[in-house]
């Protein structure tokens, strides 16, 4: 085990991992250069694009709590350069740590076992790698062709009168959550109180916030006063 963990906190996997975050900070500007260029084609305002940016990063303010957590524990057995490498580019924790523990299995030993060598270490780097290698592929070769039929079902939808990827959008966002809150619910009654907070908590800061105009900033408060609430919550359930 102290073998592999001088290999992953080596100066070669530092650097790598380094070049790799840079990349995907590169590609954060870009897009929210891109997206500021493109706001005036669609009608939005600069206080609006303000207002976008502002919801996102306060918005990514809960979920990044919960990575941080399982990221501590992952460094532990990983090391610092190969977590910061891989939830920064994936930025899924649970999988990052299912697909770590399914390489180590895969090698024969475990995570944080005394027979887990420096072989051992690279079989999981190559698992995560490759495993988070699929979305990335499709991303980049799909992506445009993606952007293409949305065009073709917004143009028919327009003709029609029906708003169709409006529809869409909306239903898949309910999906997903929905399939996440249900998955987590069907754990125990301590899962399902923490998914209820979290929906009352959306919905009465949500309410507060539409009730005078001088709150709608809370609207970009939401969804992360709903997380921060839920991880509250939960902690004291579980303790």
Do not use: H
Not at 28 to 47: D, E, N, P, Y
């Amino acid at each position: 085990m102290e073998a592999a963990m001088k290999l992953a906190n080596s100066p070669g996997v530092y650097i790598f991992a380094f070049l790799v975050v840079m990349v995907v900070i590169f590609q954060g500007l870009t897009f929210i250069r891109l997206a500021k260029k493109t706001s005036k084609s669609v009608g939005m305002t600069k206080s609006e694009v303000k207002s976008a940016l502002k919801v996102g990063a306060i918005n990514a303010i809960g979920p990044s709590l919960g990575i941080m957590i399982i990221a501590v524990s992952l460094i532990t057995l990983l090391g610092n350069p190969l977590t910061l490498m891989r939830i920064g580019i994936i930025g899924s924790a649970p999988i990052e740590s299912m697909g770590a523990a399914v390489g180590a299995n895969a090698f024969g030993t475990e995570l944080g076992a005394s027979n887990f060598s420096e072989k051992a270490f690279v079989t999981v780097v190559w698992v995560l790698c490759l495993g988070g290698a699929g979305w990335l592929v499709v991303t980049a070769l799909f992506t445009k062709s993606f952007g293409k039929l949305e065009k073709k079902v917004a143009g028919s939808s327009k003709r029609k009168g029906t708003p169709v990827m409006a529809i869409v959008s909306t239903a898949a966002m309910i999906g997903i959550f929905a399939n996440l809150s249900f998955g987590e619910m069907v754990k125990g009654l301590d899962s399902t109180l923490i998914v209820a907070v979290s929906v009352v908590t959306m919905v009465v800061v949500t309410l507060i916030a539409n009730s005078k105009k001088g709150l709608n900033w809370l609207n970009e408060w939401s969804l992360g006063i709903s997380i921060l609430v839920s991880l509250a919550v939960g902690y004291f359930t579980l303790i």
